[in-house]
């Protein structure tokens, strides 16, 4: 079978491959290296002692700091902010979703909080923020402003390039075996819902923020759209 094909200089090529023959070293390239890639991620994973990646705690921690730099922003209360922001996940520890984990997270928290012999005033005040952290997108803003800021922060981690990373190793154990392809739709499809969360920002410093990560989303997914282009993945 002869194929005229552009070359990425722009020429024109001429190729001989006999019909079928790019599907049989396609699979004969998975075979060759399906059982090492498993094996490589196996012993990775053994040899450590520790996880290859901790998702729950690098979401937290980047809730963490956000929040902090919205609450200087605004002016709510640092403490109240910053110790929701720490325990608000604290019953969903995995990568999962755990049904009620804003109400057992603040459970949970009240109880942690006061054997440290925290003010029962400021407890109820961050147990409330993390009750209200939960949903994706707001129809009005939340009240009081340290909630607001919770869920902004919270969301705000779920934009942008570091979303993107997130999804990477997401997908690692949620769909092993995915492709580049894969990844490049799931990004593409994920940015309506980026739009609507973002939309539900209501702190000045959080729209901002909320505007440039989309940006980054964007432009991120269209040059792995680009780049797939060329190689033609398939999935």
Known sequence: MIQFINGLDGS??????????????????????FTAAREEWLKAQQEPDVPLFNYRYSHVSEVA?????????????M?????AAWLHDFAKPGMGDVPGHGETSAQEAREILLKEGI??????RICDAIRKHVGLTLDSPLEPMEAQILWEADKLVKLGVTVFA????YMQKARPGFSLKD???ELRDYLGLAERIGASMNTERAQELARIRIDAMRSISELL????MLSKQER
């Open 225 to 228: 759209d680009s780049e797939l």
């Open 166 to 169: 997130h999804m990477i190793v």
């Open 79 to 83: 403490d109240i902010v910053t110790t």
């Open 183 to 185: 990844l490049a739709d």
């Open 119 to 124: 003010d029962p005033d400021a407890v109820g």
């Open 65 to 77: 700091a956000i929040a902090k730099h919205l609450a200087e922003a605004t002016g709510a209360d």
């Open 12 to 33: 024109t090529l001429l190729m001989t491959m006999k019909v079928g023959l790019e599907e049989k070293l396609k699979q004969l390239v998975i075979s060759r290296t």
